[in-house]
């Protein structure tokens, strides 16, 4: 299906025309980066409507990429940029946008760099829409790549100051496998010319070539998961990161990671290096339950939610190596879910920490006074631990089972990891509700009606993706 | 006879710069700085339309010939060379000193180039380069420091002297084994023997051993980065930004003319020194304290991912060299013009550490340098992602893998030096004050990084007539 309007153009210009108005706002002592805020807020939810008109319009059995925009961008070298989407990407583009307008919710109040801060997100937001829309082998490679800047500033800025070489190796992990994927589509452009990824998945390239390429393709996915040995680095940022727009933004990398499985995922590439996909399977399960344990017993709040977050990504990305196009699609809509309420976990747990940090004081407790937050935040624990509330449950166990299916042992590990990042997160809700005398946090502490009325919308959007994933799509 | 006065004008107007811009420094009272960049700009104007109405037409053309390919070269020289002379401008002001002879040895040097970019006979060069080395001896100590000046421009002036025998014993070497010095009997004669002897082969290593240490390749670079590091910053950016066309032009007429028949030879020894440039410029840049000296090794580490790229010199490695060059040079303008805003305390920005925080004095400024580098580094969806995509897949076409690892591991090294620039923008607090910048560089920074930013929407209109232009050249 052809668009004869390039809204998938727009959905992707779109944030970046919101980043030039944002660089010509007023930024002083008097606005405080309200304007920068402002045009950031309406950017994004222009974009949401823009993408609600494009599942309208989209055929949402079809497997296939829709809405083509082609053009020629070089002819030396003679380069085509594609862009489609299907149910599953836009759905991601859905998710994404709603988690930095969630993430937008809890820096309101912001005054450090706010402007810094909106114009990077609005770039990010630009780019990963691009990365999840483009339809052909440059365009993602060119996507994937340039959303790092974006990240590598916002993390300089808003992580800690004293774990800056941490950044510089954040910035060159991932740049090398950006420049690993730079190599692999080299290669297939040198044997193909400019293919579409649908066309990627049907290539044979066969033997030493088709080792490098789906090798090179797997190992810089994986340098954006944090899965051994990248593990590290990745957790030490994020839990680095108090604000939080900042860390939704970076727990949203390695979700580009598992879009970038799925879209490249074809029947060779598990043959072309099949032996080795066994031993990222191994090295994931045990990533997952070490990740989990450490969420488990760390302290810090941060570090659980990352812990969580962890072993949810890695749980996705095993599920996409079982190749079956059914699952895909429950982690599609699982992902939905999981980013909304990872989000939003983000926030609230972010606004604790800054009430126990402005009243120096601990936030053990402080839910049995604050009601509202109380609500929202036992809501959001119970649906990320996969209650009945949100996509996460009925996918997730569909994801499940077909794991325990394919490998009973590698599945009783999974389970067991998934059932202590839902502990850690019992616990630390537990915690906050652990009523302690100490805690000088009262009900005036509670998040603004203004916040509560937005969180209870991110409530209803997450209890009617469980009604049906796709329930806001009124088709033409 | 009018005809070949007319034909002439390029140069003519160019020269006649010198006794008018004397003149004027002799006689007129209320000069300031802006006279002689009027003067220049007009006369370089002049120069610069009179070059592409007479782009075929040559008067000696046994000596020099214009031709589409040299008129290209010289459109892109002038063009670069008139808007850094209106950077220029800017810090003679600013500092209230005399333009004067920076824009005259500019002018003079500007002559010798589009002379040299035209020449088919070996005299032309053996006569021009002696006479640019001198010139930039003369651009090198302007208004800086006597003492450190005498001792860098010594050493430079020993170095090019040893440079000049030897480009002078190559062309006496080739004249003996050909009995001419025109580029085309040359290429014929060497085409007719079918097998070079060793004589003649190192009659032509020592001409382009000349012209790299001209171009400032490892392991001749450190006059070039000793240079920047002590130069003001208008000769800083002229040095930068001007010569590589040039001597990139040279090195693509010698290399598919003169010397087309030796070039399986010759590009050994051009691989030794891209490699070494690469990495030595990649790896020094890592270690500096100083900017100017920062980016004088990254010209160095461009200068060898371009040559990398080049070294087969058919139609696709031509014209991916010519757009890296171009957009090395967008980009290096527009971080010459950052620096020509940044000032504290009336002094210009020379140290790392003097840019700790300037995110927060300077945004406009910080997020102009930001995109320059991101572009320099090649990461999309800047325009030097163009560059880099072009010479890398050049590569990948010519099957040359173990290349396009090395570029790649030089690539990291230097973006982590670029890495080190942008901590100390946007990292670190605010150290110093900075004065304030005048408005009319925010305006050529925001058309520049329009051109960078907008360009990668479709880059083919930048360069696609020159691209026609260096096909045929190969051809």
């Given at each position: ?8 153009s ?8 919101g980043?030039?108005?944002v660089?010509?706002?007023?930024d ?5 980066g ?18 609600w008109?494009?599942?309208m319009?989209?055929n ?13 961008w ?40 706010q ?9 990010f937001?630009?780019m ?13 490679y ?17 992580g800690?100051?004293k ?49 490098y390429?789906?090798?090179?393709v797997?190992?810089?996915?994986l340098?954006r ?26 727990a ?5 990671a598992?879009y ?14 099949g032996n080795y ?7 994931g399960?045990?990533?997952?339950v ?58 609230l ?7 126990e ?22 809501f959001m ?7 009945p ?13 077909k794991?325990?299916?394919a ?7 999974l ?31 509670d ?5 509560f ?6 409530m ?17 | ?5 007319l ?30 960049f ?39 020289v ?27 040895i500019?002018?003079?040097?500007l ?6 970019l ?8 053996a ?6 080395c ?13 003492e ?7 050493v ?8 000049w ?5 190559g062309?006496s070497?080739?004249?003996?084994q ?8 040359i ?16 009659g032509?290593?020592?001409i ?17 980065v000793?240079?920047?590091s002590l ?18 032009s ?32 990649a ?24 040559l ?11 014209v ?9 040079v ?27 925080g ?15 580098m991101?572009s320099?580094?090649g990461i999309?969806p ?8 072009s010479l890398i897949?050049?590569l ?8 396009v690892l090395?570029?790649?591991i ?19 607090p ?5 004065d ?8 050529c ?14 880059p ?11 096909r045929?050249?190969?051809q």
């Amino acid at each position: 299906m052809n668009s004869s309007f390039a809204l998938l153009s727009l959905i992707v210009a779109l944030p970046f025309l919101g980043m030039l108005f944002v660089l010509t706002a007023r930024d002083d002592g008097v606005v405080k980066g309200r304007n920068a805020f402002n045009v950031c807020i309406f950017t994004i939810i222009a974009n949401i409507i823009l993408i609600w008109r494009i599942f309208m319009i989209l055929n949402e059995k079809s497997r296939e990429l829709q809405l083509l925009e082609k053009f020629n961008w070089l002819s030396t070298p003679n380069i085509d940029i594609v862009l489609g989407v299907d149910t599953f990407s836009l759905l991601l583009i859905l998710a994404v946008h709603l988690a930095v307008l969630i993430g937008l919710s809890g820096v309101r109040n912001n005054l450090y760099k706010q402007k810094s801060l909106m114009v990077f997100t609005l770039l990010f937001l630009s780019m990963v829409t691009g990365f999840f829309v483009a339809a052909d082998i440059f365009s993602f490679y060119l996507f994937f790549e340039a959303m790092l800047i974006p990240l590598f500033m916002i993390i300089g800025m808003f992580g800690e100051v004293k774990k800056q070489d941490l950044i510089y190796r954040f910035f060159l992990y991932n740049f090398i496998g950006a420049l690993i994927l730079f190599s692999a589509t080299m290669l297939i452009y040198h044997h193909q010319g400019s293919i579409t990824l649908e066309e990627v998945s049907r290539l044979p390239l066969k033997g030493g070539i088709g080792f490098y390429v789906w090798g090179a393709v797997c190992l810089s996915f994986l340098s954006r998961i944090p899965i051994w040995p990248f593990h590290y680095w990745i957790s030490s940022i994020n839990s680095g990161i108090r604000n939080p727009l900042a860390f939704v933004i970076t727990a949203l990398m390695p979700l580009t990671a598992i879009y970038g499985f799925i879209r490249f995922l074809p029947p060779h590439f598990s043959s072309s290096i099949g032996n080795y996909l066994i031993w990222i399977n191994i090295i994931g399960v045990i990533t997952m339950v070490f990740i989990a344990l450490i969420g488990f017993i760390n302290k810090d709040s941060q570090y659980k939610i990352f812990s969580y977050i962890t072993v949810y990504y890695i749980m996705y990305l095993l599920g996409i190596f079982t190749n079956d196009e059914v699952i895909v699609f429950n982690i599609g809509y699982s992902l939905f879910g999981f980013i909304i309420v990872i989000s939003t976990l983000e926030v609230l747990s972010g606004y604790i920490i800054h009430k126990e940090e402005e009243v120096e004081t601990s936030s053990r407790g402080f839910l049995c006074r604050a009601r509202k937050l109380s609500f929202i935040y036992s809501f959001m624990t119970l649906a990320a631990i996969g209650l009945p509330v949100s996509a996460i449950f009925v996918n997730n166990f569909l994801i499940l089972s077909k794991l325990l299916s394919a490998n009973i042992k590698m599945g009783m590990l999974l389970v067991f990891a998934l059932v202590i990042a839902g502990m850690t997160l019992l616990q630390e809700l537990f915690r906050l509700k652990d009523d302690d005398k100490s805690c000088r946090l009262g009900k005036s502490d509670d998040i603004s009606i203004f916040q509560f009325v937005f969180m209870i919308f991110v409530m209803f959007i997450l209890l009617m993706s469980f009604v049906k994933p796709l329930w806001f799509v009124i088709n033409e | 006879m009018l005809q070949n006065w007319l034909i002439l004008l390029p140069e003519l107007t160019l020269l006649s710069f010198l006794p008018v811009a004397w003149l004027v420094n002799l006689y007129r009272e209320s000069k300031t700085a802006k006279t002689f960049f009027t003067l220049s700009k007009y006369f370089l104007g002049a120069a610069l339309i009179f070059t592409i109405v007479f782009y075929n037409k040559s008067v000696w053309s046994a000596w020099w010939l214009n031709s589409r390919y040299s008129t290209l070269f010289k459109v892109a020289v002038y063009t670069v060379a008139l808007v850094w002379f209106y950077f220029a401008s800017k810090w003679f002001l600013s500092k209230n000193r005399s333009s004067a002879k920076f824009y005259c040895i500019c002018m003079g040097m500007l002559l010798s180039f589009g002379i040299l970019l035209s020449a088919q006979n070996f005299l032309v060069p053996a006569l021009l380069v002696p006479v640019l080395c001198l010139l930039t001896r003369g651009l090198i100590p302007l208004h800086c420091d006597e003492e450190k000046a005498e001792a860098i421009t010594s050493v430079y002036i020993r170095e090019s002297f040893i440079f000049w025998l030897l480009l002078w014993g190559g062309i006496s070497i080739l004249w003996w084994q050909t009995g001419s010095l025109e580029y085309a009997d040359i290429r014929y004669i060497f085409a007719l023997e079918g097998e070079v002897n060793w004589i003649a082969y190192s009659g032509a290593v020592m001409i382009v051993s000349s012209l790299l240490f001209m171009m400032a390749a490892a392991p001749f670079h450190l006059w070039f980065v000793n240079a920047l590091s002590l130069a003001i910053l208008p000769v800083c950016g002229f040095l930068t930004l001007i010569p590589p066309f040039v001597y990139l032009s040279c090195l693509i007429t010698l290399m598919t003319g003169v010397f087309a028949p030796l070039s399986q030879s010759l590009q050994t020894l051009l691989f030794c020194f891209a490699v070494f440039s690469l990495f030595v410029g990649a790896v020094s840049a890592n270690r500096q304290n100083n900017i100017r000296r920062l980016f004088g090794f990254s010209t160095t580490y461009n200068l060898g991912f371009m040559l990398l790229g080049i070294l087969a010199f058919h139609s696709h490695s031509v014209v991916s060299a010519f757009v890296y060059t171009i957009i090395y040079v967008l980009a290096m303008i527009g971080i010459y013009a950052v620096f020509l805003g940044l000032k504290s305390k009336g002094d210009y920005v020379s140290e790392l550490e003097d840019l700790s925080g300037l995110s927060e004095a300077k945004p406009y400024l910080s997020a102009a340098f930001l995109v320059f580098m991101i572009s320099l580094i090649g990461i999309p969806p800047l325009l030097g992602f163009w560059g880099r995509l072009s010479l890398i897949n050049t590569l990948v076409s010519e099957e040359r893998w173990s290349d396009v690892l090395m570029l790649m591991i030089a690539l990291i090294l230097m973006a982590n030096a670029y890495l080190q620039i942008i901590r100390k923008i946007y990292f670190e607090p605010l150290q110093h004050s900075f004065d304030r910048t005048d408005k009319p560089i925010y305006v050529c920074l925001f058309i520049n990084l329009v051109l960078i930013l907008i360009s990668i929407l479709n880059p083919s209109y930048l360069l696609h007539d020159a691209e026609i232009v260096l096909r045929g050249l190969t051809q």
